[in-house]
């Protein structure tokens, strides 16, 4: 997994872990908050959206063992969004139409806001007998950016849903207040999940069970 993290004292890195350890394999020192992470278009390939700084990119890993992949940078010049375009187009995403217009606003809990207006947003449909799943961008809002997801002919996905997506089964998987949902077609239909999973009461492992990892 490739991720951009802080540090607390400010400092940022762009890595590579290797899950369920956040721990890097490797990592180069980031500008801020500006660029990092990427995607993997296919198996073989990361590509790492980082900026050049100190001269350094993860791109310089690319022929290391460590991997079962190569690593390039990406040609987006640090923008952090188009990460997320490329990985919806992987996926199987279709975009609708240009962006709609961001709109500078003010909110009470956020020093930068903005709203989208008339986004066409993004379409899904996995096979004829998927409904649509619909994702439109609302803006950078006080979690940042924003969106908002519609499944056709059904009001199963309200505004408390933080992501929606469709997985290799062609199960829908939806992420709310926590916790996660799945739902094939037959569970669609009844509007009951056939997977739930809250984790919002999670707490973290005693420092003891920490040290027997």
């Given at each position: 997994?490739?991720?951009?993290?802080?540090?607390?004292?400010?400092?940022?890195?762009?890595?590579?872990?290797?899950?369920?350890?956040?721990?890097?394999?490797?990592?180069?020192p980031n500008m801020g908050t500006y660029a990092g992470g990427g995607f993997?278009?296919?198996?073989?390939?990361?590509?790492?959206?980082?900026?050049?700084?100190?001269?350094?990119?993860?791109?310089?890993?690319?022929?290391?063992?460590?991997?079962?992949?190569?690593?390039?940078?990406?040609?987006?010049?640090?923008?952090?969004?188009?990460?997320?375009?490329?990985?919806?187009?992987?996926?199987?995403?279709?975009?609708?139409?240009?962006?709609?217009?961001?709109?500078?606003?003010?909110?009470?809990?956020?020093?930068?806001?903005?709203?989208c207006l008339y986004d066409p947003g993004w379409s899904w449909q996995p096979?004829?007998?998927?409904?649509?799943?619909?994702?439109?961008?609302?803006?950078?809002?006080?979690?940042?950016?924003?969106?908002?997801?519609?499944?056709?002919?059904?009001?199963?996905?309200?505004?408390?849903?933080?992501?929606?997506?469709?997985?290799?089964?062609?199960?829908l998987l939806v992420a709310r207040n926590g916790a996660i949902e799945r739902?094939?077609?037959?569970?669609?239909?009844?509007?009951?999940?056939?997977?739930?999973?809250?984790?919002?009461?999670?707490?973290?492992?005693?420092?003891?069970?920490?040290?027997?990892?």
């Amino acid at each position: 997994m490739g991720y951009l993290a802080m540090g607390s004292g400010g400092e940022t890195w762009n890595g590579i872990c290797e899950p369920p350890w956040l721990r890097t394999v490797a990592d180069v020192p980031n500008m801020g908050t500006y660029a990092g992470g990427g995607f993997f278009p296919d198996a073989q390939t990361l590509r790492s959206n980082d900026v050049w700084h100190y001269d350094r990119s993860l791109s310089e890993f690319s022929k290391s063992k460590k991997f079962p992949f190569s690593i390039e940078r990406m040609k987006s010049g640090g923008e952090v969004f188009p990460i997320l375009s490329h990985r919806l187009e992987r996926d199987g995403w279709k975009r609708e139409g240009d962006f709609g217009k961001d709109q500078e606003i003010s909110l009470k809990h956020s020093s930068y806001s903005t709203l989208c207006l008339y986004d066409p947003g993004w379409s899904w449909q996995p096979t004829s007998e998927h409904p649509v799943l619909r994702m439109f961008y609302r803006g950078y809002l006080v979690h940042g950016y924003t969106f908002e997801f519609v499944l056709d002919r059904s009001n199963l996905l309200d505004a408390e849903v933080d992501w929606a997506t469709w997985d290799a089964k062609g199960d829908l998987l939806v992420a709310r207040n926590g916790a996660i949902e799945r739902y094939s077609l037959s569970a669609l239909k009844s509007g009951s999940p056939d997977f739930f999973l809250d984790l919002e009461n999670l707490t973290p492992p005693t420092k003891d069970k920490c040290l027997q990892h």
